[in-house]
């Protein structure tokens, strides 16, 4: 039996990317996305990469249902999902960010992940294996920091929307 199939946004570079190589690593199944190529990790053969810009939030449901889909639920003792993706930008003062801006981080670090949650939950809900969503946070989603509203707000609403579907 395999270990387990994790879907990462964000696999690109940084936290993801390493995260995707521990667990290429010690042999599970990787889905990554990300907007950027991912190098290395394409060499891995338990490595599949969906390359997707996550602003793009009314296209998450098909690209879900095609990652879910491929996944072998007989060999399978656990599926996660782990939010890891987000954005930083816009980098100043609130009074200079354009609606644009905003959308795009919100939608990007804060709609992405919720959306990736509630479909990858409808998706798995009849699956016998164990289910898992990790959202990756920040101390920022709890501390205050000029000039990056934008993301402190994402990541406070990452918090609470964690805290919420943990109760449900």
Known sequence: MSQGHFIITGTSRGIGRR???LLLERGDYV??????P???????????HKRFDLSE????????????????????NMVCLINNAAVLEPLKHAEH???KELNRSLQTSLLAPMVLSSRFLKLTESFTARRKIINISSGSGTSPIPGMSAYCSAKAGINMFTRCIGME
């Open 57 to 76: 939030v009314d296209e998450l449901k098909p690209l879900l249902d095609d990652i879910v889909g491929r996944i072998d639920t007989a060999d399978t």
């Open 97 to 99: 960010c354009s609606a």
């Open 31 to 36: 889905h990554g996305i990300s907007r950027g």
């Open 19 to 21: 995260l995707a190589e």
């Open 38 to 48: 991912v190098g290395e990790l394409e060499r891995y053969e338990r490595y599949l």
